[in-house]
T-cell receptor, first 112, second 113 residues
Framework: DTGVSQNPRHKITKRGQNVTFRCDPI?????LYWYRQTLGQGPEFLTY????????KSRLLSDRFSAERPKGSFSTLEIQRTEQGDSAMYLC??????????FGSGTQLSVL | EDKVVQSPLSLVVHEGDTVTLNCSYE??????LLWYKQEKKAPTFLFML????IEKKSGRLSSILDKKELFSILNITATQTGDSAVYLC?????????????FGKGTKLSVKP
């Protein structure tokens, strides 16, 4: 499978716990994006990387959120001290430069 | 501030109907406009439009861009229940925010048998 891969597919956690999601982009893609999506809404931008550099972060990305892409390949998104409002689908997407984005299947987070 | 506005936000039609979904945009340095279909999980790519007036077609779906009036439409003819999905429009903006890619909120299409 050469598409964008996200793990885990589902995550249920208790409020206050930390969670980490992983995204493996398409191998030759230099851009990697993280989005959050809630029911009935379009994807909300969180952050993006060009190679290993994190070039932009949304105001939505509070200090409890951190993302890395250490070698310009896979990326992780960590949420510390989760809150119920963090419950959402977290989507990763990758692209080569400003060409079309390819999305992963997402990680559905439920915070109890 | 850059923005992408889709209309309608939701639409219910019957099988066989033709629908038109709209996407208007205001961005600083337009490069291209993308349409995606989202069913349960990941959005899947439909079209990328960069030039005005050139229609892109794929089966019953077609799309066109008007760079003068700053909008695009997505047409679906002879709709089927499998067309039920959220249709997302996104604009690639050189030098813009959000990684140069701005999404609209989507149009939720429901096709009834």
């Amino acid at each position: 499978d050469t598409g964008v891969s996200q793990n885990p597919r589902h995550k249920i956690t208790k409020r206050g716990q930390n969670v980490t999601f992983r995204c493996d982009p398409i191998s030759e893609h230099n851009r990697l994006y993280w989005y959050r999506q809630t029911l009935g809404q379009g994807p909300e931008f969180l952050t993006y990387f060009q190679n290993e550099a994190q070039l932009e972060k949304s105001r939505l990305l509070s200090d409890r959120f951190s993302a890395e892409r250490p070698k310009g390949s896979f990326s992780t998104l960590e949420i510390q001290r989760t809150e119920q409002g963090d419950s959402a689908m977290y989507l990763c997407a990758s692209s080569r430069d400003l060409e079309k984005l390819f999305f992963g299947s997402g990680t559905q987070l439920s915070v109890l | 501030e850059d923005k992408v506005v889709q209309s309608p936000l939701s639409l219910v039609v019957h099988e066989g109907d033709t629908v038109t979904l709209n996407c208007s945009y205001e961005v600083t340095n337009f490069r291209s406009l993308l349409w995606y279909k989202q069913e349960k999980k990941a959005p899947t790519f439909l079209f990328m439009l960069t030039s005005s007036g050139i229609e892109k077609k794929s089966g019953r779906l077609s799309s066109i861009l008007d760079k003068k009036e700053l909008f695009s439409i997505l047409n679906i003819t002879a709709t089927q229940t499998g067309d039920s999905a959220v249709y997302l429009c996104a604009v690639v903006d050189y030098g813009g925010s959000q990684g140069n890619l701005i999404f609209g909120k989507g149009t939720k299409l429901s096709v009834k048998p």
